[in-house]
C-alpha cells in the first residue's frame, strides 16, 4: 500500500482532481513497468479526508507458482540455478527474458519458453524446455608418412546424471602413437558460480631418432597425468582459477639405450581480468 499525502487537486479543501490523479498513478505505473515491473496495477485508491491521506493499494504481481516441464534429464535445481524468477517475488519482465537466455546458453536445450497463467493467487509462471540429444560418438581414421595409420574414438555426454556436467573420453590408435584420456568438467558446481575441469590422460609415442639424414633408432615416449582446475567466475571481472597438475614422463632412447624418467608437478593460480567497455 502506498501512501500519498496532500493529493493533487485541492489539498487544502481535501478535493480531489481525477484527472491529475489519473496523470500520478498512470505516472507510478510507468515507472514500475520501465524496470521490468509489468503486471503492477493498483486494485484499490481510498482518500481519508480527515488526515488528507490518499491510499493506493498496490498489486505488485507476486508470483505464486513456478511450474518446470520437458525436463526428462535435466535435474529441476540446474533450471532453477539459472531461473531468476521465484516464487513470492513480483514478476519482473527483464529477469524473464535474461533467465530464457541463461538456459539456453547454457547449451542443454534446444528450445526455451515463459507462459504466463493468471491465478487468484497471483501470476503462475510455467516454464517449459526442450532437451537436446546428449550423448555423442564421433570416430576418424587417417594416414600419416611418420605415424602411419590412426584411428580414433570419442564418446561422451554433455549432460551428466542430469546435472549439466560434461564427461568426454578420447581414444587414439596408432602404430607409433596411442593417446587416451578422460575428462570431466563442470561450468557450475551445484547452485554456486564455482567452476571445474578434471583430465586424466596417458600417451605414447615413437619419434624417429635421425642422424646425418640415416634413422638411427627410435625415442619412446611415455606421459600419464593428472591436471584439475578450480575456480570462479566474477561477473563484470573475469575468471581466477587454480590449477594443479601432476605428469610422469619416461623417454628410452633406443640408440644408446637409456631410459630417463621424470615428475613434474605444478600449481597455477590464473586471473583473466575482462577490461573491455560494455
Not at 507458482?65 to 526428462?72: D, F, I, R, S
Not at 526455451?112 to 503462475?124: C, F, I, K, M, V
Not at 595409420?149 to 555426454?157: P, R, Y
Request: glycine residues 8%; positive net charge; charged residues 25%.
Amino acid at each position: 500500500e502506498e501512501r500519498v499525502k496532500n493529493p493533487p487537486g485541492n489539498p487544502v479543501a481535501g478535493i480531489l482532481n481525477h484527472n491529475e490523479l489519473q496523470k500520478l498513478l498512470t505516472e507510478k505505473q510507468n515507472e514500475f513497468k520501465n524496470k521490468g515491473y509489468s503486471l503492477v496495477n493498483f486494485t484499490e485508491i481510498r482518500y481519508d479526508s480527515s488526515q488528507k491521506v490518499l491510499n493506493v493499494v498496490v498489486d505488485e504481481g507476486i508470483i505464486s507458482q513456478v511450474k518446470l516441464e520437458g525436463n526428462q534429464i535435466t535435474k529441476n535445481w540446474v533450471l532453477k540455478r539459472n531461473f531468476k524468477l521465484k516464487e513470492n517475488q513480483p514478476f519482473n519482465s527483464y529477469l524473464a527474458n535474461q533467465s530464457l537466455s541463461n538456459l539456453y546458453n547454457t547449451g542443454l536445450f534446444e528450445q526455451t519458453s515463459l507462459t504466463l497463467n493468471p491465478t487468484p493467487s497471483g501470476p503462475a509462471l510455467e516454464l517449459k524446455v526442450k532437451e537436446r540429444k546428449y550423448n555423442f560418438l564421433r570416430g576418424g581414421l587417417h594416414y600419416q608418412d611418420e605415424y602411419h595409420t590412426e584411428g580414433f574414438l570419442q564418446l561422451g555426454n554433455n549432460n551428466l546424471f542430469g546435472t549439466g556436467d560434461e564427461l568426454f573420453l578420447h581414444l587414439q590408435y596408432g602404430e607409433r602413437k596411442q593417446m587416451y584420456s578422460v575428462n570431466l568438467k563442470g561450468d557450475r558446481i551445484f547452485k554456486t558460480h564455482l567452476t571445474y575441469k578434471l583430465s586424466i590422460s596417458y600417451k605414447e609415442e615413437e619419434r624417429n631418432l635421425i642422424e646425418r639424414h640415416q634413422r638411427i633408432g627410435f625415442l619412446n615416449e611415455k606421459r600419464a597425468g593428472v591436471n584439475f582446475s578450480f575456480g570462479q567466475n566474477i561477473f563484470k571481472l573475469g575468471k581466477v582459477s587454480w590449477q594443479i597438475r601432476g605428469e610422469r614422463i619416461v623417454v628410452k632412447n633406443t640408440a644408446t639405450n637409456i631410459t630417463e624418467a621424470k615428475n613434474l608437478r605444478s600449481l597455477i593460480f590464473t586471473s583473466i581480468m575482462d577490461n573491455l567497455n560494455k
